[in-house]
């Protein structure tokens, strides 16, 4: 069973510049949430989806948005790119509902130049 | 925002002994505790988890001991080996909301 797929693994962008990550979960799960990590801050919760619905936010800028499509694939955008936005974003997938159990993707490391 | 509290912030052990790491929580709405390993360049791997029916959960030579009425969980890794050596995480959510809230971390080394 194939896991948590997200890419691009590295990215580097300029200050201002917007962009795009993509994570598909395990097959057959139905909830994706997005997470920060940074060494200052640790994880922090981005965002939730389930069924294609955002279903909790956490506490992060209006720059940072994100959507779910039919099949469960999810995307996260961040617009007008900070140097503090430098971090490795993670996705998490588990099957929804009452099942909590979260498998993470190896992330998407974004440095802001 | 931290609802979680992971101590400490670093361990060292020596191969064979006992690794324990510990977190307290805030929020009694959170009712499902995971802990993740995470090594470096890679995502983090659910390890064991547990939910505030139980009092004890192991797993192998991992143990996940919970005190709900001091809001507080650990876990022990027996028989810790150098390939045990990572960072590892605790976290805790509501069921019916999966904003999971993670602790800092703590650096796990075991020295062979």
């Known amino acids: 069973k194939a896991g948590v797929t997200q890419t691009p693994r590295y990215l580097i962008k300029t200050r201002g510049q917007q962009v795009t990550l993509s994570c598909s979960p395990i097959s057959g799960h139905r909830s994706v949430s997005w997470y920060q990590q940074t060494p200052g801050q640790g994880l922090q919760f981005l965002f939730e989806?389930?069924?294609?619905?955002?279903?909790n936010k956490g506490n992060f800028p209006g720059r940072f948005s994100g959507r779910q499509f039919s099949n469960s694939r999810s995307e996260m955008n961040v617009s007008t790119l900070e140097l503090g936005d430098s971090a490795l974003y993670l996705c998490?997938?588990?099957?929804?509902?009452?099942?909590?159990?979260?498998?993470f993707g190896q992330g998407t490391r974004l440095t802001v130049v | 925002q931290q609802q979680v509290k992971q101590s400490p912030q670093s361990l060292i052990v020596q191969k064979g002994g006992i690794s324990i790491i510990n977190c307290a929580y805030e929020n009694t709405a959170f009712d499902y505790f995971p802990w993740y390993q995470q090594f470096p360049g890679k995502g983090p791997a659910l390890l064991i988890a547990i939910r505030p029916d139980v009092s004890e959960k192991k797993e192998g030579r991992f143990t996940i001991s919970f005190n709900k009425s001091a809001k507080q969980f650990s876990l022990h890794i027996m028989d810790s080996q150098p390939g045990d050596s990572a960072t590892y995480f605790c976290a805790a959510s509501n069921n019916n909301n999966n904003d999971m809230r993670f602790g800092a971390g703590t650096r796990l080394t075991v020295k062979p």
């Open positions: 989806y389930f069924s294609e619905t955002q279903r």
């Open positions: 998490a997938s588990s099957l929804g509902g009452t099942n909590t159990e979260a498998f």
